[in-house]
């Protein structure tokens, strides 16, 4: 049993740029790929990034290369997830969500609630 909480969304201007935090709690030791996907209105849940446990695989949806940044910190009892995003765009506009098994690009682990990210001017 794990516990994901997001935070770090807001209001940015176009061009504008966020740093998102995913922190992760309970039984660590059991994740490995770890994920950001997000939600804009009327739209699907996607996939944006994800990362392997010590960071040396990492995918990224094609939209957000080049922009945006995940990284990642293991500690005994806490895994941080971070999504650095850079040059934002309208399009950006979501509720990005964590979850803690985005193996093949699917949430298949334990969602977080959320953090609303709005890009306008």
């Known amino acids: 049993q794990v516990h994901v909480v997001e935070s770090g969304g807001g209001l940015v201007q176009p061009g504008g740029s966020l740093r998102l935090s995913c922190e992760v709690t309970?039984?660590?030791?059991?994740?490995?790929?770890m994920g950001w996907f997000r939600q804009a209105p009327g739209k699907e849940r996607e996939f944006v990034a994800s990362i392997t446990k010590f960071g040396k695989y990492i995918e990224y949806e094609d939209s957000v290369k080049g922009r945006f940044t995940i990284s990642r910190d293991n500690t005994k009892n806490t895994v941080t997830v971070t999504l650095q995003m850079t040059s934002l765009k309208p399009e950006d506009t979501a509720v990005y969500y964590c979850n803690s098994n985005a193996l093949l690009r699917r949430g298949g682990g334990s969602w977080g609630q959320g953090t609303q990210v709005t890009v306008s001017s």
């Open positions: 309970g039984l660590t030791s059991t994740i490995n790929v």
